[in-house]
């Protein structure tokens, strides 16, 4: 006979011959192809944990099949493969081998139900459904024993091979199985839509959405048609009459773009590249070059080129990204400023124009903000994890004046007299400790201020302070002690300007509505 009912070498036998060494076996179906059976590991018990909080039993799900043609397989039918594949259990097929009238098998198989046969079963279900056949139960196929595993004729190896066929956890098998079952098949346009855009700048609608960002376009006749392994179902298909389409179409490549004002601030910051197709035989399309804060477009066509800058607060950045934000906008409050984008071992100079941008309150910050950064990425301490950027501009607004001091020129300073100010008259800068809390550290910084002007009257004087200098910068845990760092960044500031003489030191900034002077 072709097929042998398993019954006919008797239960208990079979049963014998399917419980090898550590696992229990149960028959939880029969049919005239073959029984379905589940196998129980027997676990090795861990004596140092209670038995209450060990894993169960692990288990196996055999179909086996038998066969008195020894050059062909056993059939099985679709539907069972399938419940195999779909079954959160490891799985397999036994083949069993007979000569005529045997009553032992002759050979026996083990096939795993692995990813190529999750794989390959599930495409000969979605093959006959497409043929419009539903009723896989009663399709058989061979008994795939490409992958199969020879084991002993009486079960000899069993419960080694089905233990290797794991190769681990059985939750890692079983997740990966799952995976396996949920996304084989789509790796190849696995979604297709199509669909009618009205009007003679339908091309023009279409390249855009190419260019990158959230857009929309309004389309007729929407069909969506999801395909696996290449294989589309008619009741796995949709239309729509009108439908408005949603893309945020991922960038090409990446390149770097370059902001620099005519008076030294510069800003690169990398983009992503997003190309228009060129419909209708256009030999150039729009260029979009874009990232989360600015975007520039380019129209070869038109011949024109505009830039975007969000600087919206209501969005949550890292603090790299705040800071270069304030960068760009400081850049664009100049009135002569140039773009340059590097592309593909090019680069292209586009000037801007002569409009200012409404960032004049960042010109003096930008540069602090920066070498704040700097110098915590030199202590190596991490920085805050993400600000709303609405806060960080608030906390610019509020320390403005104290950034300002750093960087701009020009800033007078009125002491009132003392007994021995005339030491003043023999110094040609002075120094004054700087401190801020930003960015979970302390900067602290001795800046130099080069003392211009400097006049007096009966009550006080006062100096007017040239382009300040940092002299020395460190980043530290907030509230850290930096005495030691200003000693040494004074005697830094002698060497540098080859004085010897004491050195004339004002309080630090957050103290000069009552300035203390000293010498040290």
Request: glycine share 8%; hydrophobic share 40%; proline share 6%.
């Amino acid at each position: 006979m072709a097929k042998r009912d398993i019954g006919a070498i008797g239960e208990n036998t079979f049963l014998s011959w399917c419980e090898p060494e550590g696992f229990r076996a149960q028959k939880s179906q029969a049919d005239r192809l073959g029984w379905d059976f589940v196998l129980e590991s027997e676990p090795v018990r861990a004596r140092e944990r209670p038995l209450d909080v060990q894993n169960d039993l692990p288990k196996f799900l055999i179909q086996v099949k038998s066969t008195e043609k020894a050059g062909r397989p056993p059939r099985i039918k679709l539907s069972a493969l399938k419940h195999l594949v779909d079954a959160d259990l490891p799985a397999a097929i036994i083949a069993l081998f007979f000569a005529k009238d045997g009553r032992l098998p002759i050979r026996s198989l083990i096939v795993p139900v692995d990813e190529a046969l999750i794989t390959d079963t599930l495409r000969r279900v979605r093959r006959e459904e497409a043929r419009g056949n539903r009723a896989i139960h009663k399709t058989t196929i061979p008994v795939p024993l490409d992958r199969a595993i020879d084991i002993g004729p009486s079960g000899e190896g069993l419960g080694d091979a089905l233990t290797g066929m794991i190769g681990g956890a059985v939750s890692e098998y079983i997740a990966a199985k799952i995976r396996q079952r949920q996304t084989c098949g789509f790796d190849d346009r696995a979604v297709v839509g199509k669909f009618f855009v009205p009007g003679e700048d339908a091309a023009k609608k279409i390249g855009e959405l190419f260019l990158g960002g959230p857009r929309e376009l309004n389309v007729f006749d929407l069909t969506i048609e999801r395909r696996r392994f290449g294989i589309a179902l008619e009741n796995d298909r949709e239309h729509f009459q009108q439908a408005v389409l949603e893309m945020n179409a991922p960038p090409l490549t990446t390149t770097t773009i370059e902001l620099v004002s005519d008076t030294g601030e510069w800003a690169s910051m990398e983009v992503g590249v997003f190309i228009s197709p060129p419909f209708e035989d256009k030999a150039r399309s729009p260029v979009r070059f874009a990232n989360a804060y600015l975007e520039v477009v380019l129209d070869f066509e038109k011949e024109w080129a505009g830039l975007t800058f969000n600087y919206t607060g209501e969005r949550k950045v890292d603090l790299e990204e705040a800071v270069s934000i304030v960068e760009v906008g400081a850049i664009l409050a100049r009135p002569i400023k140039t773009l340059t984008i590097h592309f593909r071992g090019t680069k292209l100079e586009l000037s801007l124009g002569p409009e200012e941008g409404p960032f004049q309150h960042w010109l003096h910050a930008a540069p602090v903000l920066r070498r704040i950064l700097s110098a915590i990425a030199r202590s190596g301490r991490r920085t805050t994890h993400q600000l709303m950027l609405s806060d960080f501009y608030e906390w610019i607004e509020r320390h403005t004046e104290f950034l300002a001091i750093a960087t701009a020129p020009g800033v007078n300073m009125i002491f009132p007299r003392w007994s021995e100010d005339a030491v003043v008259d023999q110094q040609d800068a002075i120094l004054t400790p700087f401190s801020l809390e930003f960015g979970g550290a302390q900067y602290t910084a001795l800046i130099e201020i080069p003392i211009d002007v400097a006049s007096r009257t009966e009550a006080e004087i006062t100096l007017v302070g040239g382009q300040p200098h940092v002299v020395a910068d460190v980043a530290r845990l907030p509230g850290s002690d930096t005495a030691d760092f200003i000693e040494a960044a004074i005697e830094k500031s002698k060497r540098d300007r080859n004085r010897t003489e004491p050195a004339l030191v004002a309080g630090d900034f957050e103290n000069w509505q009552a300035v203390i002077l000293s010498v040290s």
